[in-house]
């Protein structure tokens, strides 16, 4: 994996180490699998997320709209003096409309798969019809280490991994100090244990012939 840090964070979706907030998947489950573990937002935060979403796409279409429409408006139906108001209603409607719209297509956190068959991490969103897509892959060897952010205050302790190409940590959990210990170790062991995966030995199988009885 050759990534740089501002490609990765534009294919997961996650802010950089230092920017994350503070109660970013401060509610993290983790999803047994056959083939490993999914760390994810609960239920609760998903349904939320997505509403946010819908919400803030909508309300900035809205103002994109009203933006455009002052824009396609003749200068005859204003004076002179309304001018400088109107272009300033239409610089703001364009700048909100635009952030509540970028945010309301960011809003999604993505979950990370940990394929300990495969040695893998597969980086996605989860669609409304529950059907994962993956938009990036990182293999165990890639991640140099797994740290904790623990914070003073009231703030919940927040885990990184440290990949090989990139500069800063990728944020994957957050949540009591406890759980992120104890999900640091399971990272930790995993990422240093060998593949599962096997090959499973091939059978030749030949015929055999019987053999003659001696005259």
């Not at 964070?9 to 907030?21: R, S």
């Not at 019809?129 to 904790?148: C, H, I, M, P, Y």
């Not at 759980?179 to 170790?185: F, N, S, Y």
């Amino acid at each position: 994996m050759k990534l740089s840090a501002e490609d990765f964070e534009q294919l997961v979706g996650a802010p950089p180490q230092g920017t994350a907030e503070p109660t970013a998947r401060a509610n993290a489950v983790i999803e047994e699998t056959p083939w490993g573990y999914i760390i994810r937002e609960s239920d609760t935060d998903i349904r939320l997320r997505a509403a946010g979403s819908v919400t803030g796409r909508f309300a900035g279409a809205i103002l994109l709209m009203a933006a455009a429409g002052l824009w396609v408006m003749p200068d005859a139906l204003y004076g002179a003096d309304l001018f400088s108001i109107r272009f300033a209603a239409m610089v703001m409607f364009t700048v909100v409309g635009g952030y509540l719209f970028w945010v309301g297509r960011h809003s999604r956190r993505p979950e990370y798969r940990i394929d300990r068959l495969h040695a893998e991490i597969r980086i996605g969103h989860r669609c409304r019809n529950g059907d994962f897509r993956q938009t990036a892959r990182v293999e165990f060897a890639d991640v140099v280490s797994v740290f904790l952010l623990r914070s003073k205050d009231s703030r919940p302790t927040r885990l990184f991994l440290r990949l090989a190409d990139l500069d800063t940590g990728l944020e994957i959990a957050a949540g009591s100090e406890a759980k992120m210990e104890v999900l640091k170790q399971r990272l930790t062991h995993d990422f240093t244990a060998p593949s599962r995966l096997q090959a499973e030995p091939r059978t030749l199988v030949r015929p055999v012939r019987p053999r003659r009885r001696a005259a």
